[in-house]
């Protein structure tokens, strides 16, 4: 069981006994003096994707195929296009968004969506032109990607020019560890689609696999990190190397059972930074590294689904460990899909709870 304590109307809820597991440190109660939260909207549904976009609006997605520019100050909603064959089933649907690094210039929005074709679902990576107040010349970067009622992932991220996609293993554990497949993969293209050249192997968009189905991806202090659903235990955050092999389904969480210490040992698994055992479904992820909440400085934040909680994770100067783990508000507006800093160092969340979702804001109160 697990009980609680209500520090303040607006602030968090404190957990007193959220983390029992002997393989996951206790969690340090957050401390949310100083953090306003306000309700920018409640009017959405299954937002999944927050980017913060270089027109200062936040650019969001929604899972049944709206795609729409959000006013930061009031929360107004100024739909830009709803993808017509956006195929909404279970978790899959419209997902990742990336906006293009030279945007003024080049125009670019790159989501990842699940579609039918020919009976059967499959998710793909297309990349629209912002014009005219709506996105159109859709061009089809990636796809075939196999979808299915789970683990369709996708976070998009594009970092040194090249467009990162997380993929899951979309119900069939043998996809994460074949290289010949897309499902639980970490994807790695050039922006018009094509292979980089110095991908692990040539003429193949796979950058890391044996992943289950990571939800989360962000490029900070020179390292790209990713969340990642684990099944009955083991929820992981991971540094992603290129062409390194995660485990799933052979390993869960770190090489510590007999049979993962054999297969570790033989294809040189790479293991998470930190894991949790009892799961929170791990989800977005963003770097804060600003002065409004000085005490989030050098942390990743993360939006959490069953944890219902903002997670902070304090790295270490590297940034190849985690230090501490503090959560807020947990419970208190639901499942959390995605977390998006912005410049000023505000924090955007977005709610997964499937009617009146929020957009909510952080700032400080003080
Ligand atoms: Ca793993
Ligand atoms: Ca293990």
């Not at 997380?166 to 560890?177: I, K, R």
């Not at 289950?212 to 235990?233: C, F, I, M, W």
């Not at 985690?322 to 977005?350: M, N, Q, W």
Request: contains cysteine; hydrophobic residues 35%.
């Amino acid at each position: 069981m697990k009980s609680f304590i209500l520090t303040s109307v607006s602030a968090l809820i404190v957990c007193l006994s959220c983390s029992n597991s002997p393989k996951s440190r206790e969690d340090v109660p957050g401390n949310a003096a100083g953090i306003n939260v306000k309700v920018l909207n409640d009017e959405l549904r299954f937002p999944w994707e927050l980017v913060w976009g270089p027109d200062k609006m936040l650019w969001m997605t929604e899972r049944g195929g709206r795609v729409s520019r959000v006013d930061p100050a009031s929360g107004k909603v100024y739909p830009l296009i709803t993808i017509s064959d956006v195929y909404e089933k279970g978790e899959g649907g419209l997902l990742g968004m990336a906006l293009h690094p030279n945007f003024s210039k080049t125009p670019y929005v790159y989501v990842e969506y699940d579609y039918r074709k020919d009976g059967s679902s499959f998710g793909k990576v297309v990349r629209y032109t912002y014009k005219n107040n709506t996105l159109t010349e859709p061009h089809t970067l990636l796809d075939n990607i196999a979808a299915a009622n789970i683990h369709n992932g996708s976070r998009l991220l594009i970092v040194g020019g090249k467009l990162y996609i997380t993929t899951g293993d979309a119900s069939n554990q043998s996809n994460p560890q074949k290289l010949s497949s897309l499902n639980g993969k970490i994807l790695r293209i050039n922006l018009d689609g094509s292979i980089p050249a110095d991908n692990p192997t040539k003429g193949s968009p796979v950058w890391s696999y044996g992943h289950r189905n990571p939800q989360g991806l962000v490029y900070a202090k020179g390292k790209l990190y990713s969340s990642e659903h684990g099944p009955d235990t083991d929820d992981e955050i991971n540094i992603i190397h290129k062409g390194r092999n995660y485990g799933w389904p052979k390993v869960r969480g770190v090489c510590d059972e007999a049979d993962e210490k054999e297969f570790c040992a033989a294809n040189n698994i790479a293991q998470p930074i930190y894991r949790w055992t009892p799961t929170i479904a791990t989800c977005g992820l963003d770097y804060y590294n600003g002065s409004l909440f000085p005490q989030w400085k050098n942390s990743l934040l993360m939006a959490t689904l069953k944890g219902s909680s903002l997670y902070q994770l304090k790295l270490n100067a590297a940034g190849d460990k985690v230090e501490s783990v503090s959560t807020y508000f947990r419970f208190e507006h639901g499942r959390l899909r995605d977390v998006c800093v912005a410049p000023d160092g505000k924090v955007y969340l977005i709610t997964s709870n499937g009617s009146n979702d929020k957009l909510l804001v952080l700032s400080s109160s003080k």
